[in-house]
């Protein structure tokens, strides 16, 4: 299999990284049924750290100072979509990541 392109790398990571930054808003997840809201805690901790494993992922092959450049970059552009999200419901931002990935994926 041929090496990634630094721009196949961080499209791999936006997607996990865009999740991960939508997980960690206060009240976005919130369960049906108060008795559950410890496990959904719990869950949503869980997915946290897939999606921190999954942005980091397609640079675990590079050594760390072009790994650090890499995450920047995504950092950087990852922050500039999030700016853009400014008070959409969480399941309209779930969407356009979704087409987003689907986009990707398509391609």
Excluded at 33 to 57: G, K, M, V, W
Excluded at 80 to 91: D, E, M, S
Aim: glycine letters at 4%; one cysteine or more; charged letters at 25%.
């Amino acid at each position: 299999m041929p090496a990634l392109s630094d721009r196949q790398r961080v499209e791999l990571a936006i997607p996990a990284y865009l999740l991960c930054a939508l997980t960690a808003v206060p009240g976005v997840f919130v369960p049906a049924d108060p008795d559950l809201e410890a496990r959904a805690e719990a869950d949503i901790a869980a997915l946290r750290a897939d999606l921190q494993d999954a942005c980091l992922e397609p640079f675990s092959d590079l050594i760390a100072k072009k790994q650090h450049a890499l995450l920047r970059r995504v950092e950087r552009i990852g922050k500039g979509v999030i700016t853009g999200w400014g008070n959409r419901p969480a399941l309209n931002v779930m969407l356009t990541i979704w087409h987003f990935l689907k986009d990707l994926t398509d391609r």
